[in-house]
Structures are given as C-alpha cells and as structure tokens.
C-alpha cells in the first residue's frame, strides 16, 4: 500500500464561491476562473520588498561568477523549466546562468513520473552541483515538497544562497529559506489545482525576479532587448527595429551598423549612439560588464533612450 500525506494548505482548501461551478455555462466558469486570477497580481506584490533583495543577492553573485539554480516538482518545476530556457533568446544569457532542476529530469515535462517529488535524496542530489555563493530557489505551492526539501537542505550545507517561492505564507520549508516568498493566492477555483493561481503567482514571481536580474547585469538599455537573439526571422527585424527606435537611424543605416558589428546588436547600438567604431564599442562593453548604458557614460552620448516613466 503506498503512503499518503495530508497537504495542510490554503490552496488544498475549498472555495466557498465556486462550490456549484460544475452547474455553470462555459462564459460563468470562464467569468470565475477570470475573476479568480484578478487576484493574483495583488498576492505578488505583497512580496516584492523580499523578491528585491533576492533579485540583489542574485545579481551580486552572478557578477562573483556563480550562478542561479531553480528546484521544482510538477507545475512549479516545469514554470522553472520554461523560464530559465526563455533567458537565453531573449538576454542571450550564456548556459549555466540560470538553471532549471525538475524532478524527473526532461521525462517529467510531458507527464507525471511517479514519486520523483517525493524523493528527498533526489532533491540533494540535484543540488550537488551548487558552490557556496550560488543562489537556490525552490518553488513548492503547497511549500513541503520533499525534492525542494532536499535541494534547499543541500544548498545551506555549502553555504548557498536559498529561497522559496510558495503559496502558502506557513510554509514547512520556510526555516530553509534565506527569503521567503509566499504570495497568498487563497483556495484555488478547483481545490488542490496549484497550476491556476498558485501556478500563475510563481511565474509572475519567476518572471519579474528573472528580468530584474538581466536588467541590473546591462542585459538592457533602456526598456529595449538589447542582448536578444536573433534566431528567427521576427527576431531579425525586431533587432533592426530596436537600433532605430533606440538611435533615430532610418532601417538602412541599422542594417548597416549591425554588418560593421558583425550582427551583435550591442556593439552596433553602442557605435552608432556614441560615434565610434564597432571594435572599439565593443571593448567598451566589455570593459564595463556588458552594460551600454555604462560605457556611454565614458565614450559620451545619451544615457537612456527616452524619459523615465517608472514610478
């Protein structure tokens, strides 16, 4: 006979409001489960005071030469998995920056492996890749996950960085966690279905703390990609595109930066903003971490590509 554990969870409780949803016309259940991810937004903010400071001690150790490692199971594993894989198409971040641990291994982001979550080992296994430094981040919505529980157990014991992201703010890992992040998404429209609310508040969470990281490394300038690559035909043309609304430049003279930069969007950006050479924007972005807006402030030319809006 095979254990069984009791969840003691917000999301495991039932929802008052949508206890007759079963009943309901297609638009009524839409209109639920709609009005029920509303909510979600508001339950992450509640937490962006503590996913700065990760998102600073995440910076200071990828600038140290460390990296960033993601430990998930299920839905939160495979949200890991999807937002670690989105940063090098759009930062151009190189392999090992960021990493995605899912229970299971890549057999378990098409269906269920059975009892993989389960397995503490498994977890400290994962985690023996990670250095003193490093950041680990566990996610875990009901926040008991044995596999996260390994991991965030492993990554303590070589003096790792740890945080959680979970929905629920009494988190049985909680003392694992050098940050805790729970945003308190409430009972789920279906009871115990962590890939609605619970799920959506952990790619919100990932999703800021991931571009606020490539923001602060110079993977911006701007609120322009200028680090993206350019691998497809749309992504060709967005490029030329950033060059222009970044520098005024009609399409032929963006296209013709990119060929004297050798197609690197960043040495290109660089040369036609402060008036010199591709080679020598180049040196200057690597001379200042990779960030343009840095180097312009040594080779002259405009800090940023507009007025400030964020308030």
Known sequence: MSSEVTVDAPTEER??????????PSLDILRALNAEDATVAGAVSAVLPELALLVDR???SLRDGGAVHYFGAGTSG????????E???????????VVAHHAGGPAALLQAVENVEDDVDLGRSEAGVLHRGDVA??????GRTPFVAGALARAREVGAVTALVTANPHAELAPLADHLLAADTGPEALTGSTRLKAGTAQKLILNS?????MIRLGRTWSNLMVDVVATNAKLRGRVVRILQEATGAS??????????A???LKPALLSMLAGVDAASARRAIADHDGSVAQALVVLGGPVTAGPARIH
């Open 15 to 24: 929802h008052p409001g949508t206890m007759s949803i079963d009943t309901h």
């Open 58 to 60: 995440a910076v200071e």
């Open 78 to 85: 495979r949200l890991a998995v999807l937002d670690a894989a």
């Open 87 to 97: 940063l090098r198409p759009t930062f151009n971040a190189p392999a090992g920056l």
């Open 137 to 142: 981040i566990g996610l875990t919505a009901s």
């Open 209 to 213: 703390f991931s571009t606020a990281v």
């Open 251 to 260: 399409a032929e003279q963006a296209r013709r930066a990119l060929d004297d």
């Open 262 to 264: 050798d197609g690197e």
